[in-house]
């Protein structure tokens, strides 16, 4: 980035109506790359054991990953591919051992130290990018009610509401391979925010209110509200929800910041808290 900047981030987590809990999240900030940063979100699927088995799976995977990544020589793309091919292979190998068959979504965010922002999915879990309060862009889902809206036949609210919603046309740990979409964002700017989450919690909002939420809110703040509205609108019918927020801010001269907050920040280092409500 050409302008000093840090990132303000939450995680959010909660079981909703289910007897168990199959989604994983998490917010890995690098050991060795100060303001290199990986959010992701897993939803599990295949029983009690098989779904978190899945999730768990992706989550080992990309920790292992993000940690031999170095941002100053690797692909950032190949290694987000790799992340969902791989935990695509071990979650396979799980199969074995689980009471059903274990299938997991992935929405992976990477931001490097320079700015720029990679991203990949398989399934229908997402990441919306906000620019100043408005949607920039977002993910599309592997799903049956995704490719109807694709051709037409579908709006995107008949969708959400499709007796056919939760199918999904691709993901981790099927007998094929899973959908790989990649995308990158060049440059981040102060005032951009990626929200990446489970169905769970997008099923309830609108693009629109979503970016509402998170221009006015802190990221901690945003993502309690989102999990307690989620919650109340499906009443009593919610499926596991989790998400990750991260809200790029600028930094203030170093004395306005001393005299405004009494205290500086340093650029590129993630601050934020994590809320499991």
């Given at each position: 980035?050409?302008?000093?900047?840090?990132?303000?981030?939450?995680?959010?987590?909660?079981?909703?109506?289910?007897?168990?809990?199959?989604?994983?999240?998490?917010?890995?900030?690098?050991?060795?790359?100060?303001?290199?940063?990986?959010?992701?979100?897993?939803?599990?699927?295949?029983?009690?054991?098989?779904?978190?088995?899945?999730?768990?799976?992706?989550?080992?995977?990309?920790?292992?990953?993000?940690?031999?990544?170095?941002?100053?020589?690797?692909?950032?793309?190949?290694?987000?591919?790799?992340?969902?091919?791989?935990?695509?292979?071990?979650?396979?190998?799980?199969?074995?051992?689980?009471?059903?068959?274990?299938?997991?979504?992935?929405?992976?965010?990477?931001?490097?130290?320079?700015?720029?922002?990679?991203?990949?999915?398989?399934?229908?879990?997402?990441?919306?990018h906000f620019q100043g309060g408005r949607l920039a862009h977002r993910t599309s889902d592997h799903?049956?009610?995704q490719a109807l809206v694709d051709r037409g036949e579908l709006t995107e609210a008949e969708a959400?509401?499709?007796?056919?919603?939760?199918?999904?046309?691709?993901?981790?740990?099927?007998?094929?391979?899973?959908?790989?979409?990649?995308?990158?964002?060049?440059?981040?700017?102060?005032?951009?925010?990626?929200?990446?989450?489970?169905?769970?919690?997008?099923?309830?909002?609108?693009?629109?209110?979503?970016?509402?939420?998170?221009?006015?809110?802190?990221?901690?703040?945003?993502?309690?509200?989102?999990?307690?509205?989620?919650?109340?609108?499906?009443?009593?019918?919610?499926?596991?929800?989790?998400?990750?927020?991260?809200?790029?801010?600028?930094?203030?001269?170093?004395?306005?910041?001393?005299?405004?907050?009494?205290?500086?920040?340093?650029?590129?280092?993630?601050?934020?808290?994590?809320?499991?409500?």
């Amino acid at each position: 980035m050409t302008k000093a900047f840090r990132l303000i981030a939450s995680t959010g987590i909660h079981k909703g109506d289910r007897e168990y809990q199959q989604d994983q999240v998490a917010l890995i900030s690098h050991e060795r790359h100060n303001g290199c940063v990986l959010g992701v979100v897993a939803d599990g699927m295949g029983g009690r054991s098989g779904g978190r088995k899945a999730s768990d799976q992706v989550m080992m995977t990309a920790r292992q990953l993000f940690e031999r990544y170095s941002p100053e020589t690797d692909d950032p793309a190949a290694m987000l591919k790799s992340m969902v091919e791989e935990a695509h292979i071990v979650i396979r190998l799980t199969a074995i051992s689980a009471e059903q068959e274990p299938h997991s979504t992935i929405a992976a965010f990477l931001i490097n130290p320079r700015g720029d922002c990679h991203w990949v999915h398989a399934g229908d879990s997402r990441i919306y990018h906000f620019q100043g309060g408005r949607l920039a862009h977002r993910t599309s889902d592997h799903s049956y009610v995704q490719a109807l809206v694709d051709r037409g036949e579908l709006t995107e609210a008949e969708a959400n509401n499709h007796p056919h919603s939760n199918i999904l046309v691709g993901c981790l740990g099927t007998e094929s391979d899973p959908p790989i979409t990649t995308h990158m964002i060049s440059q981040l700017h102060p005032g951009d925010t990626l929200l990446a989450c489970s169905d769970g919690v997008w099923h309830y909002f609108s693009p629109t209110e979503l970016a509402s939420v998170v221009e006015s809110l802190s990221p901690r703040e945003a993502t309690e509200f989102l999990i307690e509205k989620a919650r109340t609108r499906a009443r009593g019918g919610g499926d596991n929800l989790s998400l990750v927020i991260v809200k790029i801010e600028a930094l203030v001269e170093e004395k306005k910041t001393v005299q405004g907050m009494g205290m500086g920040t340093h650029p590129s280092v993630p601050a934020g808290a994590t809320s499991k409500v």
